[in-house]
């Protein structure tokens, strides 16, 4: 018997981590999230490997305690921990509008990966 899965859209995955589309594309970019494959033009993820990796990046140790961000054993990547975003305010207010975006985008991320 097979179990009937949907994949995940860019939406659903934004839906999950409380984060808009662009904040999606823009941890792809950078590594941060894992990417997704694409059928035709549009990307998906499987439920499972997402999950997979989501559960991993909330059960990975605090940035900082584990050096080795690659299991070698088993070939599984742990996703790097965003940089950290506690600038002072007047520090942000020189920055451009996204980055200012991106860096409580940034926060948003650190909050759910604990």
Same mark, same amino acid.
Not at 5 to 24: H, N, Q, S, W, Y
Not at 83 to 105: F, L, M, N, Q
């Given at each position: ?12 995955? @934004?839906?999950?981590? $409380? ?5 999606? =594309? ?5 590594? #941060?999230?894992? %990417? !997704? ?11 499972r490997?997402?999950?997979?990796w ?5 059960? @990975?140790?605090?940035? $900082? ?5 690659? =299991? ?5 990547? #742990?996703?790097? %921990? !965003? ?27 650190d909050?759910?990966?604990?």
């Amino acid at each position: 018997m097979t179990t009937e899965f949907r994949p995940l859209t860019k939406e659903c995955v @934004a839906d999950v981590l $409380g984060v808009c589309v662009r904040t999606i =594309d823009n941890w792809v970019n950078d590594g #941060t999230l894992i %990417a !997704p494959r694409k059928l035709g033009s549009r990307p998906y993820w499987h439920p499972r490997t997402f999950y997979a990796w989501l559960d991993q990046a909330l059960s @990975a140790p605090p940035a $900082g305690e584990n050096s080795d961000a690659s =299991d070698t054993a088993t070939g599984h990547h #742990t996703p790097k %921990a !965003p940089p950290s975003t506690t600038k002072s305010k007047a520090a942000v207010s020189g920055k451009s509008e996204s980055d200012a975006i991106r860096a409580r985008d940034r926060a948003k991320l650190d909050a759910l990966l604990g």
